[in-house]
C-alpha cells in the first residue's frame, strides 16, 4: 500500500512557477509510475504528466509541454511537478497518484492517490 501526500501549491500571478511536490509511504516507490493530474471546479479531473519507475521516461499532456517539468527522487520517496509560466487557466486542485502498470494518462488506472493541493493563478 500507499500513502500520497502533495505539497507546494498555492496562489501565484500569471507567470510564475511553483515546484509540487508528492511524497510517498512505503518501500515500494521505485517500482511505481507516478502520475500528475489536475481537476478545476466543475471540469473533470485531467491527465497532467507522468514518469516512469526508473524516471527516464516522461508523458505530458500537450496543454503543458514545454511549461511543466515532471521528476522523482526515489531515495526520497518524492515526485516532483516544476510548473514554469504558470496561467490562469492553470487554476486546480493537483494529485498525484500511482500504480504498478497503469495507461499513464488515465486517472481510472491508478490505485492511489494523494489528497491534492491547490494552485490558484490569478491574472
Known amino acids: 500500500q500507499v500513502q500520497l501526500a502533495e505539497s507546494g501549491g498555492g496562489l501565484v500571478q500569471a507567470g510564475g512557477s511553483l515546484r509540487l511536490s508528492c511524497a510517498a509511504s512505503g518501500r515500494t516507490f521505485s517500482t511505481y509510475i507516478m502520475g500528475w493530474f489536475r481537476q478545476a471546479p466543475g471540469k473533470e479531473r485531467e491527465f497532467v504528466a507522468a514518469i516512469s519507475q526508473n524516471g527516464v521516461t516522461t508523458w505530458y499532456a500537450d496543454s503543458v509541454k514545454g511549461r511543466f517539468t515532471v521528476s522523482r527522487a526515489n531515495a526520497k520517496n518524492t515526485v516532483y511537478l516544476q510548473i514554469n509560466s504558470l496561467k490562469p487557466e492553470d487554476t486546480a486542485v493537483y494529485y498525484c497518484?500511482?500504480?504498478?502498470?497503469?495507461?499513464?494518462?488515465?486517472?481510472?488506472?491508478?490505485?492511489?492517490w494523494g489528497q491534492g493541493t491547490q494552485v490558484t493563478v490569478s491574472s
Open positions: 497518484a500511482a500504480d504498478l502498470s497503469p495507461l499513464y494518462s488515465l486517472p481510472g488506472s491508478y490505485h492511489y
